[in-house]
């Protein structure tokens, strides 16, 4: 009897899930008919096929929905590229767990938005008040982005980047793997024009930016790309000063919070390290970790301060071979 | 029929034809995100990452040579990309992490079903997934993974078993506290 049970529950278990060959139909249901317990484990598993299929369901019931979102992804091409620069606000809106762009964001802010915090009785004497005011004033600014737990699976560790060029009206995000350049995204706002390339296939779009999106830009950019907002963004948090040190030969003095308050994260380091000599970041690192006990590393160096970005120096080329969109 | 019928939409695609690309999302993004979901265990994950898939199913699209082979090759696709997404989380086996209740989930019984898949075996919980969600045919899902027809009946058949114990587990502890 046991082992005609445990063959039985292999035949429940293709029951329920509709693989069971009619010819052995037969032989289950006169197994059932005198055996109690395999009707206890049939019972239990068609209950459980039940739930299961009502489950999937419910997942289902957004289907057209998925499909509509892709369909524009795919006529505009556009999603796709605002999740290249604009995954911070897509990321955030979807998944409990994307938190990369606010790290990020946070990151810029716990180094500039020290500068409060600690005020003018630094170790070293850096000016913390003067690191703020030499960001704000920068015209424009470069830096590469790395980082881990991103939502985007072409973000990985170390081999892929991206470099982010930042002024007041335009930005461009050029990512990276294997050191190859594979998507360019470049936004006008001035001209309201955006260009997407994909390296990788050979092919771009040039577009014109809506009122809205140029409004949507200028209010993320304040709050993702400015310093002045992310100092204010980050007064909040308390920090600590870390003591000097030496950064791709530059001379550095750090800052570090542990404050995660307000953030969406279970727990959260961030360290600012600012050069003893100019007054401008050099390095930004966060972990953090979020609810679903993912880890995610976020780095900005490579910072390039004061540099004019006009559209001419910034806008990308677009090879001739490439076919638009 | 169906694989004559991607054949002439992937040539209407390759000649440059967005709208044709529609049909094929029609027809296969179902599918796709069935896959993804088997594989990372989540809706939101699965909903990226099948986006993601399909948006470079469209962009490489010149590169597929056979046209009826669009199912699996976006299948493949899928696959990758959520093997780069659980790879960058260091994870190589199922999500086993406890997870908080998702919205959308309207009851503890909801959250108690999607953990409990969640702890399964990627190799099971994948044919399981689709086998639910994209329609209980053995023979279509081991077409899609590639493996045989046995093959795909013996692992749905173990992840059945499995998830009932882990249901079963479950219930017991809830008793327990």
Not at chain 1, 24 to 42: D, F, I, P, S, W
Not at chain 1, 148 to 159: C, E, I
Request: aromatic share 6%.
């Amino acid at each position: 009897m046991k082992s005609d049970c445990k063959k039985i529950k292999d035949q429940i278990a293709d029951l329920v899930t509709g693989i069971l060959p009619e010819t052995q139909v037969h032989e289950l249901e006169q197994h059932l008919n005198k055996c109690a317990t395999c009707r206890g484990y049939a019972r239990a598993l068609k209950d459980e096929d039940m739930l299961l299929t009502e489950f999937f369901a419910k997942i289902d019931t957004n289907m057209t929905s998925r499909q509509e979102r892709v369909l524009q992804t795919v006529n505009r091409s556009c999603l796709s590229k605002k999740t290249d620069t604009l995954l911070i606000r897509r990321t955030i809106m979807k998944s409990p767990i994307t938190k990369l762009a606010v790290a990020a964001a946070v990151i810029a802010v716990v180094v500039l938005g020290l500068v409060e915090f600690i005020g003018t009785g630094s170790k070293s004497g850096v000016v913390w008040a003067e690191v703020a005011r030499n960001v704000e004033a920068s015209p424009g600014a470069i830096w590469r982005l790395r980082g881990t737990g991103s939502r985007d699976p072409n973000d990985d560790w170390p081999n892929a980047y991206k470099i982010i060029w930042s002024s007041p009206t335009v930005t461009r995000t050029d990512r990276y793997r294997d050191g190859q350049i594979y998507r360019t995204l470049y936004f006008n706002l001035e001209a309201r024009t955006e260009t997407f390339v994909a390296h990788d296939a050979s092919n771009y779009l040039k577009e014109a930016l809506s009122e809205e999106m140029v409004r949507r830009m200028r209010s993320d950019k304040d709050r993702w790309t400015d310093p002045q907002s992310l100092i204010n963004c980050c007064l909040a948090l308390k920090h600590q000063a870390l003591d000097r040190k030496t950064i791709d030969g530059v001379l550095c003095e750090g800052i570090e919070t542990t404050d995660s308050s307000g953030l969406p994260f279970k727990s959260f380091t961030g360290r600012g390290w600012v050069s003893v000599e100019t007054g401008y970041p050099v390095l930004v690192e966060i972990e953090a970790i979020d609810d679903g006990d993912i880890r995610h590393t976020s780095t900005l160096d490579q910072f390039q301060w004061n540099v004019d970005l006009s559209a001419e120096d910034v806008e990308p080329e677009i090879p001739t071979d490439y076919e638009p969109l | 029929m169906n694989e004559s019928l991607d054949e002439s939409v992937v040539r209407a695609c390759r000649q440059g034809d967005k709208t044709a690309y529609a049909v094929l999302v029609k027809r296969h993004y179902r599918h796709v995100f069935a896959m993804c979901l088997g594989v990372l265990g989540n809706v939101h994950d699965a909903e990226d990452i099948a986006q993601e898939a399909m948006l470079k199913g469209f962009l490489k699209i010149k590169k597929l040579d056979k046209g009826e082979q669009f199912e699996i090759w976006i299948l493949r696709i899928a696959r990758n990309l959520c093997f780069d997404l659980l790879r960058r989380r260091k994870r190589i086996k199922a999500i086993t992490i406890k997870q908080p209740m998702q919205p959308g989930q309207r009851t503890v019984e909801d959250h108690n079903l999607q953990e409990s898949i969640r702890r399964l075996p990627q190799e099971l919980r994948v044919p399981l997934t689709m086998c639910y969600f994209d329609g209980k045919n053995a023979k279509t899902i081991a077409e899609k993974l590639n493996i045989s027809h046995s093959g795909a009946c013996q692992r749905i058949r173990e992840a059945r078993k499995q998830l009932h114990e882990l249901l079963r587990e479950r219930k017991n502890n809830e008793k327990r506290l």
